[in-house]
């Protein structure tokens, strides 16, 4: 692997203007910088890099899609083939997570709440507890991590990853509340009655879209964001389909063969998935069968009924016919949506008509002090693109917080003279 990886770090060209970094890489990683200090034998200060530009950079050197990004725009796969630049972040980033001290400055006297612990909210978290706010994360699962953890398959990111970067954000002075809802027993005014001075939500996107057709509620049918929780739960049967042709369904279809499914096909309403080319490939490696201008009509017993679909004149999609295709269990991979339930008992905080949570360019909710972003607010995308997010939001909360602290010490000058 070392051998590997210093071969792949030595066909890096140090591109002047590095389109790797400034169009390949949403988080914008100094990639020529980081492959020169590993090359000089400074894995360190390389690793201090990743982690202070992206708190989840080891995460992303494994589940981003880099053919599409950095690697896509790597100067040397024009000719040939890309510098492996996922790797050598991944060497570097696994290594160093384990060194980090997690320092932070002075204490600021301000806490913050962080709902959800997905990548915006730990991300957010980092940010502000190494600024010296008190920070709180509430997460309503058992362990930590969000759709990271719950929503992509071990195989792909294991979960020792999440379980060393609990650890750091515990060394960091974080606290964390696992298996605590908010909007249940406690609210967004819970949070403010106990001296919250800021709430960031980064509830991500867990209520499964449906189809919206007949046979969705029966037993044989279930949803990709409830079996990715835990597939041992479930009995599949030697025959599933998966309706969708996102990363989401490539996961399941990759799962349901590992977890003993033996004939796995993904049903695609379109000529081509809309997963990333690499989980595609290895979808189909995996023994993955793919049916192509299918479109889901009803789920039955036996399985669901699929028409096929073609383009009109006018390049609107439509279908014809429709014929069951028979399979054990139908697993629905379509996409996702926020839960309401903050929202429902959060007053001030308003959606959009997707449900997703409306904020300004800051980041700043409809009701001061709540901040929200990530899945939450753009949609389920992936875990980069919920980073860049996150930073940009972080900012707007110390900007928030300085202002409310200054606010608070004039108050008090005041009082005093």
């Known amino acids: ?24 890489c949403p988080a914008h990683t100094n990639i020529p910088e980081m492959v020169r200090l590993f090359l000089d034998g400074k894995i360190n200060q390389a690793g201090a890099m ?16 880099h053919e599409a990004q950095c690697e896509g725009h790597c100067i040397q796969g024009l000719k040939g083939s890309a510098v492996q630049i996922s790797s050598i972040e991944q060497y570097i980033s696994d290594t160093y997570l384990d060194k980090i001290e997690m320092k932070h400055e ?17 991300t957010v978290a980092v940010k502000l507890a190494q600024r010296g706010y008190n920070v709180t994360i509430f997460e309503r699962m058992e362990y930590l991590g969000g759709m990271m ?32 809802t908010i909007g249940g027993a406690l609210t967004v005014d819970s949070l403010f009655r106990d001296g919250y001075d800021a709430v960031f939500i980064g509830s991500g996107v867990w209520r499964p879209r449906a189809l919206g057709i007949k046979g969705e509620s029966l037993g044989n049918c279930h949803f990709a964001v409830d079996y990715l929780k835990n597939p041992d739960c479930y009995k599949l049967g030697e025959h599933v389909a998966v309706i969708g042709s996102g990363n989401s369904a490539m996961d399941v279809a990759r799962t349901a063969i590992r977890k003993g499914s033996r ?8 000529s081509k998935v809309s997963a990333s080319v690499k989980e595609f ?43 069951l295709f028979p399979a054990d269990s139908t697993i629905v991979a379509v996409s996702q949506v926020p839960k309401d339930k903050i929202v429902r008992t959060t007053k001030g905080v308003q959606v959009n008509e997707r449900g997703l949570i ?13 901040f929200s972003g990530g899945d939450v607010v753009m949609g389920p995308y992936n875990v980069v693109l919920a980073v860049k997010d996150a930073k940009h939001v972080a900012e707007a909360i110390e900007a928030y917080l300085q202002k ?14």
């Open 404 to 417: 409310k602290a200054d606010g608070k010490a004039a108050a008090d000058d005041t009082l005093t003279e």
């Open 50 to 65: 990743l982690f202070e530009n992206n708190p989840m950079s080891v995460i992303c050197s494994l589940v981003c899609d």
């Open 106 to 122: 002075p204490p600021r006297n301000q806490n913050v709440a962080v709902i959800g612990s997905g990548p915006a909210g730990i």
């Open 149 to 180: 953890r719950y929503g992509i398959p071990d195989f792909r990111l294991p979960r020792t990853i999440l379980e060393r970067y609990t650890q750091k954000l515990r060394e960091l002075g974080i606290h964390i509340r696992p298996n605590t």
């Open 263 to 270: 004939f796995v096909t993904v049903y695609a309403r379109r």
């Open 1 to 24: 692997m070392a051998v590997h990886v210093i071969n792949e770090a030595r066909r890096c060209l140090q591109c002047k203007k590095p389109q790797c970094q400034i169009n390949g």
């Open 281 to 323: 490939e290895y979808s189909q490696v995996d023994g993955v069968v793919f049916e192509f201008n299918k479109a889901p009509v009803a789920i039955t017993p036996e399985g669901p009924m699929l028409a096929d679909t073609a383009y009109d004149e006018n390049g609107r999609l439509v279908t014809e016919g429709a014929r």
């Open 358 to 370: 409306e904020v300004d360019e800051q980041g700043q909710t409809t009701r001061e002090g709540v």
